[in-house]
């Protein structure tokens, strides 16, 4: 098994990489998608519920993403405080389903007599959740910072939005602490032939797979 991390900034065009990686054969796992999941669970509901009041649920009991994310995303002391409390609800349980998963798919290439298998954990921060360890490559999406804005700027968010997550990115991200030694750097600021024929590239330097 082959397991690759992506690294990058918001809208930096991790998705675009992860979906022609998942069209090469690999299993993509979207830390992102399996959060919202988590967050509907009854334990990390409770938790939530008790550290941010009830107010965060709608009238069928299900998590307002969007109250939720108003309260934990922008540039004061208090709102990283709150981040950093949603955080260590959600991101044990997620890291839970996560090393599930990759045990499941290791199994199951084990049962098809060794099969090689590529996952590729598209998880935001990687480096600073301690995801980098257990990759065994690392792909660092970047992008030219104004086409980045342009990006963000399509999206549903508002720009106070917007700038309440480059805040909390801000706080926490550290691009000199991804490992040089197994990094393949693919730059997504131009078109999307150019990023794909990139990504193409990596993925033949695998191997046989």
Known sequence: ??????????????????????????????????????????????????RFGSDVLDADGRVRRAVLADRVFGA?????????DLEAIVHPLVRRRIDDAIDRLRRAGEAAGGLRTVVVLDVPLLVQAGWAGMCDRLVLVECDEAERARRMAVRSW?????????????????????????????????????????????WSSLGPV
């Open 1 to 50: 098994m082959i397991v690759v991390g992506l690294v990058g900034k918001i809208a930096a065009g991790k998705s675009t990489v992860a979906r022609r990686l998942a069209e090469h054969g690999a299993h993509v796992i979207d830390a992102d998608a399996i959060a919202h999941g988590v967050l509907e669970e009854p334990e990390a509901k409770r938790a939530v519920v008790a």
């Open 158 to 202: 508002s720009p106070a939005e917007r700038e309440a997550r480059e805040a909390a990115w801000r706080r926490r991200y550290a691009a000199d602490r991804v490992p040089q030694g197994k990094t393949t750097t693919v730059d997504a600021s131009r078109n999307l032939a150019y990023t794909l024929e990139q990504v193409d590239a990596f």
């Open 76 to 84: 004061t002391p208090f709102h990283a405080a709150a981040l950093d």
